[in-house]
């Protein structure tokens, strides 16, 4: 008996294995030739200013669509693409293209919109990151204060030379730093204090749970005041309904962003978008 339900669980462990390992090759290789053949395409979610309840930019969110494998989720691919290399094509790519939309942007609405965009920590690597991006801005004629470029720990926890470089590289620029997912991970805390940051942006699990307890709401609320002491705005990620929204202003928080105003939409939505929905105070 034991022995039978040793091996199944033993053959159903390696067929899940083979599966993902399957999967992993399969997104590998079409992930190749995806920026060659077109496949991938930036969206962007609004930043809402939650006091006025205007927009103030939005985050460049990368989708890809291949023919075989049908959409791919960024949770699935970006490791990938990082594990491969492929990041630094595909993470110019995503710079390129958000410069490009904000110039059009701010054409449009007469408006100092600012593109928050993903970076990941082999990016840093990569000597050639910041003659890059001072190219990108200059070729799309936009400022480098309107760029903010959003960072997880994971970045900083690799404590290279050359991320220390590359982040004072980039605020000499005039780039803005943002700290992604905040609260997720160990150390946040003192990555804040040794790295210049701009924002923060409080993670989505915390901000849904404001309006459920008293814990992450008290936990919201130390953050935004911390943030506000070390002169850093506060970006609420994965805002949902109007409670939350409600809350947020209620603690101090400076932009909302979530499925509550927006889902990430293409470059052609974006541009007409519109805010419908404000707090009702
Ligand atoms: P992130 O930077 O923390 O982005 C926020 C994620 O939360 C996005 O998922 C967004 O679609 C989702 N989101 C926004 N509002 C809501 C909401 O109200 N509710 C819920 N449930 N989710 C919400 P997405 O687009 O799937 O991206 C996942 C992650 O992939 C990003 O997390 C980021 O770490 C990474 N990523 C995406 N695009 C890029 C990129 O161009 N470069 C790099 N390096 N990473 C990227
Ligand atoms: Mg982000
Ligand atoms: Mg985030
Ligand atoms: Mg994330």
């Known amino acids: 008996q034991a022995k039978s339900l040793g091996r199944n669980t033993y053959s159903f462990f390696t067929k899940e294995m083979n599966d993902m390992i399957l999967r992993r090759l399969e997104i590998e290789g079409r992930l190749h030739g995806a920026l060659e053949r077109n496949e991938f395409e930036v969206y962007y979610q609004p ?10 930019g939005a985050e460049a ?36 293209q958000s410069l490009q939309f904000l110039a059009l942007w701010e054409n449009d609405h007469r408006r100092d919109y600012t593109m928050a965009v993903n970076l990941s920590p082999c990016q840093f690597r ?37 991320v220390d470089n590359a982040l004072a590289e980039l605020y000499k620029l005039g780039v803005k730093l943002s700290m992604d997912d905040f609260g997720t991970g160990y150390s946040s805390l003192s990555y804040l204090r040794k790295y210049e940051f701009d924002l923060l942006k409080i993670d989505r699990s915390f901000v849904n749970g404001i309006t459920l307890n008293k814990e992450d709401r008290d936990l919201v609320k130390a953050t935004i005041a911390m943030a506000h002491s070390l002169n850093l705005l506060v970006v609420a990620e994965g805002v949902e309904t ?8 209620e603690l101090g928080c400076d932009i909302a962003q979530g499925y509550y105003f927006s889902k ?15 707090t009702d105070k």
């Open 61 to 96: 969110l990368l989708r890809w669509l291949d023919p075989m494998l049908g959409s791919v989720g960024p949770d699935e691919f970006i490791p990938i693409a990082e594990s491969t290399g492929l990041i630094i094509p595909i993470g110019k790519y995503v710079i390129e």
């Open 264 to 278: 990430p939409i293409p470059a052609r939505k974006m541009i007409d978008f519109q805010i419908s929905k404000i």
């Open 47 to 56: 930043k809402v200013n939650v006091r006025g309840g205007c927009i103030v």
């Open 242 to 249: 109007v409670e939350q929204l409600s809350l947020l202003d």
């Open 126 to 162: 990569d000597g050639g990151l910041i003659s890059f991006v001072k190219k990108a801005l200059n070729d799309a004629n936009v400022s480098a204060e309107r760029l903010e470029f959003e960072i997880t720990e994971g970045v900083l926890m690799v404590g290279k030379a050359y």
